[in-house]
């Protein structure tokens, strides 16, 4: 096959890709007022104001078989909570799961496509880069389920995709080209992809802190509109699992970070300096390394800490978005 | 292993004080909050009380925290303007077009935003406060490290993970299998009466205070060693051979210790210039440039070597970088007798991809009056109105398009005669009269290789012997990169270490059953910092010790391990 037939298969199936997700999307759309009507239900049938999050808690505590939290701080939740959901989840929510593992097999391939099509790593520009960023975050998303069940995030996770995939495709896509002096390099490889492995991890990351502003808010009695959160971990399991979540991607960035210099260095003559791009990878950094010590710091843990992972994360999205677009620096791959 | 008691007696310090180990400041989520401040109990304070407590204020977690986001919040100007350091034209740009702004902006120091005294201010008091806080840090972790495990608390009821299960085997054996299982598992072991203490996972706070050093030894190696290394820049046109001094520079940055002795002596050669590009998308795209060098060392020969965008060519001890590359048209001007005053290659600036370039030729001694020649050379020339333009890096073999050098003419005063430093690759119109060009009487020059064009007014004629193709090059001589290299690969280490590996404290009691009743075995554990998985790894532990328990006798058939309680 030739190059431009390649990338026109790899066209297609980015855009089938999308439309697999966008039904999920709508399946996990679906799932969430699912929820809403169990939780809705089990409020009624419960004359008692006591909501589901609380008998969540109280299953999760007597699960961990007679320990007692220590005195300073609450025991850290051990296993899985046991949601009211887990163990039955709803047809809904199974068929969008299989509907992201569907739309993440034809990304893949996409990718594939594209890579063949070009005969180098289908990251050099800022279409290819999106393409494989968005399939990276839907890795990690699918990788994390190992872990933890966190697919009541499928929705936010596949609206962002969609979102993503939809502005490269239609503003960001530029035809197959070869790979500028600059970045021939083996960095490319690694650099570029762990930079992508970190926002996967960053993405769910700020998924999480965002549900966990707000369960916290329902759990402080506001938010009786959004019923579903009720299904939902309570806000301090949900802050654990994001904790976890951005520390990996927090190392990934810092590799990232490191890599990138080492590239710098090879390329441009010195290791540092100040490159748009450079200052907002840092600005990043800096902002997930307050996160980590806000969550370790008295009065910080909880909501503040968790406004600080989604900020992170908003920094994160501007650095792969406006950074590339519309700031002059030397990292000026976009294509465009 | 030293069996030294633990001297630093902290308070509450029966092993489940969150604050005994790893030392935190007092208002680390782990830390013992002291309310009893230095506020209250000294309600006067001495110059010496106000130290203490700004000290104490500057080295807690919540200034630490502010610090890092005002540090993020700090850096966000500097993406936002350009910068002198990474893009000097653009600050040149940003002032003739906005001239007012830049006077507020530049006096804020936002075009060298990263070395203005408020950003320094916000790292200095940052590393201040990290610095304060490793050193009782690690002061105590070295403690730590020689210390035993804590004696086991009274109570492990409270505990995480606590199961408690009664057992036929005597209480020693329990404990002695406890030892030994714990030990295998990495734990570092200490038995008190009946019982067992361990403790594990000491790399975290060795990996967090291996990152936390490691990022002030980043910080020394970037601020004050960096400033022992230079960097410069040179045009190097085909056949030309450039010594490293200064005097061969066309620009030179010292850096702040840098000296003229810190130049390593070497030369360098531009033999040739290869570039490949691709046609692609209705367009030229490069490929690879390929620069072949030679260089030579005093008392060596010269050596062939290969300079391409991502391999700096290393001599001496300094890199040499593949910035840029152009063309070089050669001329010759002759006054009117036929006198050569002029010849050689000059470098015309490439203005885009394919290569149409712009450049000047200034003439300043020889003729009449001072001339120079301000114009463009296009390799595969389209003519437009205003000049030639591009569509191809190549040069063109095409009879009808060969490669074209427009000049326009000027006299006048070049300024060369001052002795200040002028910028070779432009031309100052103010004291020069246009003879020849664009909006001018006479026409321009059209020169083809090989071509010769009488001057206006009898001054000479300039004739255009041929192509050379030149090079700019980025020379640097950095002593950091290796040491920076290794403070990165300690922070990531470090990092690594201080996330992952989870530190936790574990106790097995034993407790003998009066006369003919079992013995009951307790298990518990303490987490020193995050670690989600201790429930499940003291539950683990109780399982296997159990399972050893039940092998050691084996053999007589007595009752089964009787359920948990």
């Known amino acids: 096959m030739t190059t431009a037939t390649l990338a026109a298969y790899s066209v297609v199936a980015v855009y089938s890709a999308m439309t697999v997700y966008v039904l999920a999307f709508v399946a996990f759309a679906l799932d969430l007022s699912k929820r809403s009507a169990i939780a809705q239900s089990a409020l009624a049938s419960a004359k008692a104001p006591a909501s589901l999050s609380l008998a969540t808690t109280a299953s999760s505590r007597a699960e961990k078989a007679g320990s007692t939290a220590v005195i300073d701080k609450p025991a850290p939740p051990a296993q899985p909570t046991a949601s009211p959901t887990a163990g039955r989840a709803s047809r809904f929510q199974r068929t969008a799961y299989a509907l992201v593992i569907v739309g993440w097999t034809v990304h893949l391939t996409a990718l594939i496509l594209r890579g063949l099509a070009a005969g180098r790593v289908p990251w050099a520009d800022l279409y290819e880069f999106v393409m494989t960023g968005t399939a990276i975050m839907i890795g990690v998303f699918i990788f994390i389920q190992l872990w933890r069940d966190v697919k009541f995030l499928g929705a936010y996770i596949t609206a962002i995709v969609v979102l993503l995939l939809g502005l490269a495709s239609v503003n960001f896509y530029v035809p197959v080209g070869p790979l500028n002096p600059a970045l021939q390099s083996a960095w490319l490889v690694i650099h570029v992809f762990v930079a992508t492995l970190g926002t996967g991890f960053f993405a769910v990351g700020g998924g999480l802190s965002i549900a966990q502003l707000l369960q916290t808010r329902r759990e402080m009695g506001g938010l009786a509109r959004v019923p579903f959160l009720a299904t939902f971990p309570a806000s301090e399991v949900l802050e654990n699992i994001a904790y976890r979540v951005i520390v990996v991607g927090f190392a990934f960035w810092t590799f990232t970070l490191m890599a990138g210099a080492i590239w710098a260095e090879r390329a441009w003559g010195r290791y540092w300096g100040w490159d748009t791009k450079e200052v907002w990878t840092f600005i990043i950094w800096v902002t997930f390394a307050g996160y980590i010590h806000a969550r370790a710091t008295r009065g910080w843990r909880g909501s503040r800490s968790a406004w600080l992972a989604i900020i992170g994360f908003a920094a994160v999205m501007f650095n792969f978005t406006v950074v590339n677009l519309f700031f002059k620096g030397l990292h000026a791959y976009t294509g465009l | 292993m030293a069996s030294r008691p633990r001297s630093s007696a902290t308070p509450r310090d029966d092993g489940t004080s969150a604050a005994a180990d790893p030392l935190r400041p007092s208002d680390h989520i782990d830390g013992t909050p002291d309310d009893a401040g230095a506020g209250v109990t000294q309600p006067r304070l001495k110059l010496v009380g106000y130290l203490r407590f700004f000290w104490r204020q500057l080295t807690s977690m919540r200034t630490a925290l502010i610090l890092l986001l005002l540090l993020a919040l700090g850096a966000v100007p ?240 300094t890199q040499v970088y593949l910035l840029g590359n152009g063309f070089a048209p050669v001329v010759t001007v002759k006054d009117p ?174 407790i003998p059953g009066r006369g003919k009743q079992p013995t009951r075995i307790e298990y518990a554990g303490l987490a020193r910092g995050e670690d989600p998985t201790l429930a499940r790894a003291v539950a683990e532990l109780a399982q296997r010790h159990q399972q050893h328990l039940d092998g050691v006798r084996d053999s007589p058939p007595g009752e089964p391990p009787v359920g948990r309680t």
């Open chain 2, 78 to 317: 500097g993406s936002l303007v350009p910068q002198r350091s990474s893009d000097p034209n653009g600050v040149v740009a940003y002032q003739a077009n906005n001239p007012d702004t830049f006077k507020i902006l530049d006096s804020l120091g936002l075009f060298s935003a990263f070395t203005s005294p408020w950003f320094s201010a916000i790292y200095l008091l940052l590393f201040i406060s990290l610095v304060g806080c490793i050193i009782p840090r690690l002061k105590h972790h070295l403690d730590a490290l020689r210390a035993q495990p804590p004696k086991t608390p009274a109570r492990l009821e409270r505990l995480v993970g606590f199961t408690s299960v009664t057992t036929t085997t005597d209480a020693a054996t329990a404990v002695a299998e406890a030892r030994s299982l714990l030990r295998r598992q990495g734990y570092r072991v200490a038995s008190y009466d009946g019982s067992v203490s361990a403790e594990r996972g000491y790399l975290r706070e060795t990996g967090n205070l291996i990152f936390h050093i490691a990022l002030v030894g980043m910080l020394l190696t970037v601020g004050v060693f960096g400033s022992y290394g230079y960097t410069g820049q040179r045009i190097l046109v085909q056949g030309e051979a450039f010594t490293n001094v200064i005097s061969d520079y066309d620009s030179f940055e010292p850096g702040r210790f840098s000296t003229e002795s810190s130049l390593q002596p070497f030369q360098l050669r531009l033999d040739s210039f290869q570039p490949t590009y691709q046609f692609q998308n209705g367009g030229w795209a490069p490929e690879d440039f390929a620069a072949h060098l030679s260089t030579r060392v005093p008392g060596g020969s010269w050596t062939e070597q290969t300079l391409k965008v991502n391999s700096p060519v290393e001599i001496g001890g």
């Open chain 2, 337 to 510: 007798n036929g006198t050569v005053v002029y010849a050689g290659p000059v470098a015309f600036l490439s203005q885009d991809g394919n290569l149409t370039s712009s450049g000047v030729i200034k003439v300043p001694d020889g003729l009449a009056k001072q001339v120079a020649f301000q114009g463009f050379f296009c390799p595969t020339p389209v003519t437009t109105p205003t000049g030639c333009v591009s569509i191809s890096p190549y040069l063109s073999k095409d009879a009808k398009a060969l490669p074209v050098l427009q000049l326009s003419v000027f006299t006048g005063d070049l300024g060369l005669d001052k002795g200040v430093a002028v910028n070779a690759y432009a031309l100052n119109e103010d004291k020069l009269t246009k003879i020849a060009g664009f909006r001018t009487d006479v026409p321009g020059l059209d020169l083809h290789v090989g071509d010769s064009a009488e001057l206006p007014n009898g001054l000479g004629s300039i004739e255009f012997t041929g192509i050379d193709r030149f090079v700019s090059v980025d020379i640097h001589h950095d002593p950091t990169p290796a040491y920076a290299l290794l403070f990165a690969m300690l922070i990531l280490g470090g990092l690594l270490l201080s996330l992952f590996v989870p530190r936790r404290r574990v106790w097995i009691k034993a």
